[in-house]
């Protein structure tokens, strides 16, 4: 083979991991992005405790359009940000994101693009599809495994939340990803035994407006469910309102804005026939 054809091949393959690796978003994404750290510095958010920056760049996110599969983006799996619409973890995600970039004193777009990659992929690699966090539960695992929070879901009253999770093979058809590459399918099927052999703990309904005083403004939220299959079907940020409860910061759904629920916490989940309680993530 000819120096000429090595150096062609080099130069493919490194072009293969610049496309592979390279972020999607907009100039609208990033002056949205710098716009919170701008927040962040007129509030001195960064000699707050965590749970204060999430709850104000939370706030700051009122009235944003639910916008879901934002995600689902490009050939391949890359980092995507979409800071103009956002879907109930894409919201919380980029929250999260925000604030610990701001208490660390990183204050940057590319420190914001690094932070999210850590929240988004398990152990904080992004590799193909399946090395995305897809499985709430997943999520507060890997990053009470990481220290990036505390499940404190035990702690505070959690009883154990037993359940075979199963519910992205079994609905393959809703994956484009898992429709156009079967291997994938193999390796979500492996994730999804390891979440089920777990032992999880969830805070039923009834017993949601008992423990909370022991929930901060702050928390991450994963509203547990009785969906087949499904470990948590809806997500948001823990919030104590005048009213002395707690209430739930969130993007609801199609057709709404990023909000406060009108109903405290416990209240709102009971008025749901599929949310049968929640798991908590106190974030580090």
């Avoid at 009235?63 to 973890?89: A, R």
């Avoid at 208490?103 to 999210?116: H, M, V």
């Avoid at 890997?142 to 702690?155: C, H, L, S, V, W």
């Avoid at 037993?162 to 492996?190: C, G, W």
Wanted: glycine residues 6%; hydrophobic residues 35%.
């Amino acid at each position: 083979m000819t120096k000429k054809i090595l150096v062609t091949i080099s130069f493919l393959i490194l072009c293969s991991v610049v496309s592979f690796s390279q972020p999607i978003y907009t100039q609208k994404d990033v002056e949205i992005c710098n716009s919170k750290f701008e927040l962040a510095v007129s509030k001195n958010l960064a000699e707050k405790p965590i749970n204060e920056i999430i709850i104000e760049i939370g706030k700051s996110f009122l009235g944003t359009d639910y916008v879901p599969n934002t995600l689902e983006k490009g050939e391949k799996e890359q980092l995507v940000i979409h800071l103009t619409g956002l879907d109930c973890y894409t919201f919380l995600e980029s929250t999260l994101a925000l604030a610990r970039c701001i208490k660390s004193g990183r204050n940057t777009f590319e420190d914001y693009k690094d932070e999210l990659l850590k929240l988004r992929y398990r152990d904080g690699i992004l590799k193909e599809y399946p090395s995305r966090l897809h499985y709430f539960s997943d999520w507060i695992y890997d990053m009470d495994k990481r220290g990036i929070g505390q499940d404190i879901t035990k702690q505070i009253g959690g009883i154990p939340y037993k359940k075979q999770i199963d519910f992205m093979r079994k609905h393959i058809d809703s994956y484009r990803q898992l429709k156009e590459n079967p291997m994938f399918v193999l390796e979500i099927a492996t994730v999804e035994k390891r979440i089920s052999k777990r032992k999880m703990f969830y805070i039923p309904q009834e017993k949601i407006e008992k423990v909370e005083s022991k929930i901060e403004s702050g928390d991450i939220i994963g509203i547990t469910t009785n969906i087949d299959g499904l470990d948590i079907a809806h997500t948001g940020i823990a919030i104590r309102m005048d009213d002395g409860r707690i209430h739930l910061l969130h993007a609801p759904n199609v057709g709404y804005k990023v909000q406060i629920s009108e109903k405290p916490l416990a209240d709102y989940i009971k008025g749901n026939k599929k949310q049968t309680g929640i798991m908590l993530l106190r974030p580090q």
